[in-house]
């Protein structure tokens, strides 16, 4: 799965977890359009505890051989004690005053953008592998619900009874050192390929960031399509708070965002054999709903 002379697609190895969980960890914890915004305070104490505890959920998704990362073969290590190993995690999680930067400088290995992945009739998923992830940043198992309520397919479409057909993306992160590049589209699209060689029919994926919904839905390899199928419109969504008054918890990520950022939480699908999208009419309302 070689994409071009300098970077390489190749399949996530146990060997791989650490860098994995800690490019997923430094993307979401400093670089998402959601999550220092919403969390905002402590940000290397989150980091370090977001870490650890994707442990569970990283492994899980590196054992199903369905997890690929895009590798940069003319990468040059910033230590030399990452050389004899091809590569080297050296965070260390009791300094709590590194910077965003310096925790980036550590991070002395070749992956560089990762796309994690399971089936979706996999046996052993009870969603347990999400809660110490969840306790991390809470808002998230907000995004997951409210998104999944406002998906008006069938069940059968993305939740199949047998393996094999339906591919459930759970992590899609790149390097702030090498965003910019088209690293994320490289490796989606490699790894689209490779799962309609295996004979899947589909794939589902969450997104909270716009450049990340044009990969999965424009400019697609061949014989494949995508489509948004259920949206949240953070900038509106309201709860009902304890005291019983109505809250906006997601307003403040809006204030420091640009108009286009509505809504922020997408669920796409991508059809690689003629799955049918819902309609665009259904998909507005999915929108609105909440």
Not at 47 to 67: D, I, P
Not at 178 to 206: D, F, I, P, S
Not at 250 to 274: A, C, T, Y
Request: glycine residues 8%.
């Amino acid at each position: 799965m070689t994409s071009n002379s300098r970077f390489q697609v190749r399949p996530l190895l146990p060997e791989h977890i650490p860098w994995a969980r800690v490019i997923i960890t430094h993307s979401n914890i400093f670089h998402s359009p959601v999550w220092p915004i919403l969390y905002p305070t402590d940000l290397t104490c989150r980091a370090y505890a977001f870490f650890t505890a994707s442990e569970k959920l990283m492994t899980l998704n590196t054992l199903t051989g369905l997890s690929y990362g895009l590798f940069d073969t003319q990468y040059t290590f910033k230590h030399p004690s990452s050389i004899p190993t091809g590569g080297k995690l050296h965070w260390d999680l009791t300094n709590t005053a590194a910077t965003p930067q310096e925790l980036l400088h550590q991070m002395d290995f070749p992956l560089v953008s990762i796309a994690m992945a399971h089936d979706a009739a996999e046996p052993r998923r009870d969603g347990s592998e999400w809660k110490e992830v969840i306790d991390i940043l809470p808002r998230l198992a907000t995004l997951f619900g409210e998104v999944e309520k406002n998906d008006e397919r069938d069940e059968g479409i993305w939740k199949p009874k047998v393996m094999g057909e339906v591919i459930y993306r759970g992590g899609t992160s790149t390097r702030a050192d090498y965003e910019g590049l088209g690293c994320a589209k490289m490796l989606a699209h490699a790894c689209m390929r490779e799962w309609k060689g295996r004979g899947y029919r589909g794939m589902q994926v969450g997104v909270a960031h716009p450049a990340v919904v044009r990969i999965f839905t424009e400019g697609l390899p061949q014989g494949m399509r995508g489509s948004v199928v259920a949206r949240l419109d953070t900038r509106g969504y309201e709860e009902v708070d304890a005291e019983g008054g109505r809250v906006r918890p997601f307003e403040v990520v809006h204030r420091w965002s640009p108009p286009w950022s509505k809504p922020l939480h997408w669920r796409s699908s991508l059809m690689v054999m003629g799955m049918p999208p819902i309609p665009s009419s259904q998909i507005m309302r999915s929108a609105h709903q909440g």
